[in-house]
T-cell receptor
Framework: DAGVIQSPRHEVTEMGQEVTLRCKPI?????LFWYRQTMMRGLELLIY????????DSGMPEDRFSAKMPNASFSTLKIQPSEPRDSAVYFC??????????FGPGTRLTVT | EDQVTQSPEALRLQEGESSSLNCSYT??????LFWYRQDPGKGPEFLFTLYSAGEEKEKERLKATLTKKESFLHITAPKPEDSATYLCAVQTSGNTPLVFGKGTRLSVIA
């Protein structure tokens, strides 16, 4: 099994630009989670999907953030426009039937 | 609000010096408590799930235990390769997000 796949692994962009992060969950998993990790706040949930349907997006910091899951094998997290305070590591995780979550390698985002 | 507190924030051990990491939690109802290991520049790696008080699970030099208020991760005779950040998380129902503590950064010195 290839595990959760995320791209890009690193992204450096200028303030105001659009950023799109991508995630491919483990095949057969029906839940997908987007988390953000910073030194100050640790790992925090942004949004999660069950069976491709968004369930809770209360962790999305602002309207600048949006996420989609068009099918069971792909999800995107978009930030438009990006700001320096968005700099963090973004993780995607997936799980099957509510059991343990498996994390991808993360995308390190730097907004200058 | 569900909360997870891990202590200590950082722990430095000599190789072979056993110790324990603590995870205390406050939740409305616990479905599962999870331990993860995170190496620098990588995503959290799943270690254990504990579902009920009194449950214990082991993997190599690690043993996780659970009470109604806290969990411990015991590390027996650690080696330098055990150096990592250990994260604890709780889940209140199936198919829902995990609430994470901030982790304990473990350094094992040869």
């Amino acid at each position: 099994d290839a595990g959760v796949i995320q791209s890009p692994r690193h992204e450096v962009t200028e303030m105001g630009q659009e950023v799109t992060l991508r995630c491919k969950p483990i095949s057969g998993h029906n839940s997908l989670f987007w988390y953000r990790q910073t030194m100050m706040r640790g790992l925090e949930l942004l949004i999660y999907f069950n069976n491709n349907v968004p369930i809770d997006d209360s962790g999305m910091p602002e309207d600048r953030f949006s996420a989609k899951m068009p099918n069971a094998s792909f999800s995107t997290l978009k930030i438009q426009p990006s700001e320096p305070r968005d700099s963090a590591v973004y993780f995607c995780a997936s799980s099957a039937q509510g059991y343990e979550q498996y994390f991808g390698p993360g995308t390190r985002l730097t907004v200058t | 609000e569900d909360q997870v507190t891990q202590s200590p924030e950082a722990l430095r051990l000599q190789e072979g010096e056993s110790s324990s990491l603590n995870c205390s939690y406050t939740v409305s109802g616990l479905r599962g408590l999870f331990w993860y290991r995170q190496d620098p520049g990588k995503g959290p790696e799943f270690l254990f799930t504990l579902y009920s008080a009194g449950e214990e699970k082991e993997k190599e030099r690690l043993k996780a235990t659970l009470t109604k208020k806290e969990s411990f991760l015991h590390i027996t005779a650690p080696k330098p390769e055990d150096s990592a950040t250990y994260l604890c998380a709780v889940q209140t129902s199936g198919n829902t997000p995990l609430v994470f503590g901030k982790g304990t950064r473990l350094s094992v010195i040869a």
